[in-house]
């Protein structure tokens, strides 16, 4: 929205950091040809997950902010849990460990940070396992290994009886299963195979822990952006001017006069180009989006699914939605009598876009490492493992994991048995094995 808008609608800006991640997610996907891709932003306390499908974000009307604070207009669909490289392990009263969703913060942070934090964190047990090296940000922050080694002995460590490696092991392997299941949130119970997506990690976190979620989760391709520590600042970049309006409209299908329903479509549609044009949003510009809100009689849940204009606008959405209940659901009933819940229709005002860099390919490319240390991985224990420069790859570089890429806001690691490429925009996409189905 222009700042005039967020005067009228001030609410409307609740949760738009997590869902500028979200376009930046679909369009790095589109980058590398993915239409349907899973973001999985993961930061200092928590991790957001968006699925795009079909190249579009899902939308939802039913969230709430903090304290269950309900919202009650469109917002890009995002789950989010408390995963981050600040979030705590801790041993719960039966002896389980646990991952988050309590996390150090920025004060005291992890125990290797040296800043006042005892507790173990994922960052601690990254550095522990060797992911992580000493220093982030280009050197401007020094991590301390002892402390972080400490703080899993006395919490963990001692308590399980397990080797310190082992340990450290297990917290990230708990928080990475954390997020596989939030994944699982909002694709399989949609209807939708997470194999059929590329993961998309960025976040400062994300790139450290992309590829495990996605072996997880049989997910064949992670994509890290060139910049996934400010992914979600791009997003900001990416997106446009958009207007949800909606009107009730509690009718069967096979009541509803065609004329009647176009009427209240030209109503909405005379509002939001009102709209648009308060925006200074050009006619060439402004696109217009029919939605209808559908169930079965007898229902309260409703999908909502696009339809067009014409005498068999509405016989093609009722199509639409038996296959979305079919999909999300698993059942469809053609038979049942159709009820048309809510009329809504987006409002889009499409804006100039950056254009982003396209770099040549240098085919053959073998990468010189800057250094190796030793990086502990379950399937392997410790792993002489080379460390690249992420700087210095150009698009075409391709690297056989193991192998751990730093760069000033990022850490991307790739496991052993999977292979990593640089693209002709500089994202890493890491290739796992294929699953059999």
């Known amino acids: 929205m222009t700042p005039t808008m967020v005067q009228r609608y001030p609410v409307r800006l609740a949760a738009s950091g997590i869902a500028a991640g979200a376009i930046a997610a679909r369009h790095v996907a589109s980058q590398c040809g993915y239409p349907n891709a899973i973001g999985l932003d993961m ?8 699925l795009v499908h079909g190249g579009e974000l ?12 309900p919202i009650i207009f469109p917002s890009i669909e995002v789950l989010t849990i408390g995963a981050g490289g600040g979030s705590l392990a801790w041993l719960d009263e039966a002896g389980s460990l646990r991952n988050g969703p309590q996390s150090a913060g920025a004060d005291p942070g992890p125990a290797c940070y040296d800043t006042g934090g005892t507790e173990p964190t994922n960052s601690d047990a990254n550095l522990t396992l060797g992911r992580l090296g000493t220093s982030l940000a280009g050197g401007a922050k020094s991590l301390d290994p002892s402390l972080a080694r400490e703080a899993l002995r006395r919490r963990i460590v001692e308590p399980l009886g397990l080797e310190l490696a082992e340990a450290a092991g297990a917290v990230v392997k708990v928080a990475n299963a954390n997020m596989a299941d939030a994944v699982r949130l909002v694709s399989i119970r949609r209807g939708l195979d997470p194999r059929d997506f590329a993961l998309v990690a960025f976040g400062g976190a994300g790139a450290l822990h992309g590829a ?14 060139a910049n996934p520590g400010v992914t979600s600042a791009l997003g900001c970049l990416l997106v446009d001017i958009r207007h949800d309006l909606s009107q009730m409209y509690n009718h069967e299908v096979a009541t509803i006069d065609a004329d009647d329903l ?34 079965y009689r007898g229902q309260w849940r409703s999908l909502a699914v696009e339809i067009g204009s014409g005498p068999g606008a509405l016989a093609e959405a009722v199509q639409r939605f038996h296959e979305q209940h079919e999909r999300e659901f698993a059942f469809r009933r053609d038979e049942a009598a159709v009820e048309v819940y809510q009329l809504s229709l987006r409002a889009i005002g499409t804006t100039p876009k950056p254009v982003f860099a396209v770099h040549e390919r240098v085919n053959g490319h073998t990468p010189e490492p800057s250094g190796h240390r030793d990086v502990w991985f379950e399937d392997t224990g410790w792993v002489p493992t080379p460390l690249f420069d992420r700087l210095t790859l150009p698009a075409g570089t391709a690297i056989t994991g193991p192998a751990i890429i730093d760069q000033l806001d990022s850490t991307t690691v790739v496991p052993p048995g999977t292979t990593a490429e640089i693209d002709e925009s500089l994202n890493i996409l890491i290739h796992l094995k294929e699953t059999s189905r």
């Open 43 to 50: 930061g200092g306390t928590s991790t957001d997950i968006c």
């Open 58 to 69: 899902r939308v939802t009307t039913e969230w709430s902010v903090e304290y269950g604070y």
């Open 212 to 225: 495990e979620v996605a072996k997880e989760l049989s997910i064949p391709t992670v994509i890290v952006p």
């Open 262 to 295: 176009e009427q209240h479509y030209l109503t909405l549609e005379a509002e939001a180009s009102e709209r648009l044009r308060h925006e200074k949003v050009p006619a060439d510009r402004a696109v217009l989006q029919r939605l209808v809100s559908m169930r």
